[in-house]
């Protein structure tokens, strides 16, 4: 079973990034590659900051 990268695939690329059992299955997974995990963290941490933190606590 192939294991490849979701967003790259999106992208009308093939990033295999690893085989695993069973490796006689012609079946395909998803995961994720560097460059996108690292895009996607990155954006992640951009809409984190950029929304203003709810406190329901009051004064």
């Not at 069973?22 to 809409?47: K, M, N, Q, W, Y």
Request: glycine share 6%.
């Amino acid at each position: 079973m192939k294991v490849v990268c979701a967003w790259c695939q999106d992208q009308g690329r093939t990033t295999v990034l690893r085989e695993k059992e069973p490796f006689d299955r012609p079946t395909i997974s998803h995961g994720i590659c560097e460059e996108h995990a690292r895009l996607f963290l990155e954006e992640v941490r951009e809409t984190k900051t950029a929304v203003p933190a709810l406190d329901r606590r009051g004064p």
